[in-house]
């Protein structure tokens, strides 16, 4: 499967995290296989999911990213799960134009920066908010959000840093997702729930092209 390129291709740093907010729902993949990466991505953007962030907690995440990066060019590849400075030069030099970590490391923000890359750091408490702020990022993920307090955290970190963009991921699905993208803060979620494991073992890609649709559904309702 295949995509045409389309002219969303980032030319600035923002410009990844400008698709991110109009997209609103940013599928998360942990890929086991890299020769799946390609269609697998081209069956969400055909669903209208054009982000996705692949994470590198399989050894194949850094060669999935490569082969998206160069082969589905309608798509904005990010790489998730990035914890050391290091893999995030990996991921960068593969093409990611995005990194999203799990919780806050002064490393691999520098490093994303550094290489004109947005990162977005993960946080759970106000102090790692507030270590982030002071690293540059504008936008965090909440995580594992619907155990460090959901929606209601989101409103409660809002009320004190009002300018501070959240990416909620952990715990998100379908039906949670709506109360998330209806508040002003909230750039986006980040989830699985629209990436069934049995259709991607099967290549199932209209499967996924049917679930991403429902998934992108919920971003345009919400805005």
């Known amino acids: 499967m295949s995509t045409d390129p389309d002219s969303t291709t980032p030319s600035r740093p923002n410009d990844a995290i400008d698709t991110i907010g109009d997209v609103r729902v940013v599928p998360v993949l942990t890929i086991d296989d890299a020769g799946n990466a390609t269609d697998l991505v081209s069956a969400l953007v055909a669903g209208g999911l ?31 799960t990035v914890t050391t400075s290091a893999a995030a030069a990996a991921a960068i030099d593969a093409g990611a134009r995005f990194i999203v970590s799990p919780g806050l490391d002064d490393g691999v923000i520098a490093t994303a920066h550094e290489r004109g890359v947005p990162a977005i750091p993960g946080i759970a408490t106000p102090t790692e908010l507030m270590r982030a702020l002071a690293s540059g990022a504008n936008v965090v993920k909440l995580f594992p959000a619907e155990v ?28 949670n997702a709506p109360r998330y993208l209806a508040m002003d803060r909230v750039v986006a979620v980040g989830g699985t729930w629209m990436v069934s494991r049995p259709a991607v073992a099967a290549g199932d890609w209209g499967a996924v092209t049917a679930a991403a649709a429902e998934a992108a559904a919920l971003g345009k309702v919400s805005t």
């Open 148 to 175: 460090v307090g959901g929606v209601d955290m989101v409103a409660a970190l809002s009320a004190v840093w009002p300018d501070i963009r959240f990416m909620p991921t952990g715990g998100i699905s379908a039906a």
């Open 50 to 80: 054009r982000v996705a962030e692949i994470t590198l907690r399989t050894p194949s995440g850094i060669e999935a990213i490569r082969r998206v990066a160069a082969d589905v060019p309608a798509a904005i590849v990010g790489a998730g």
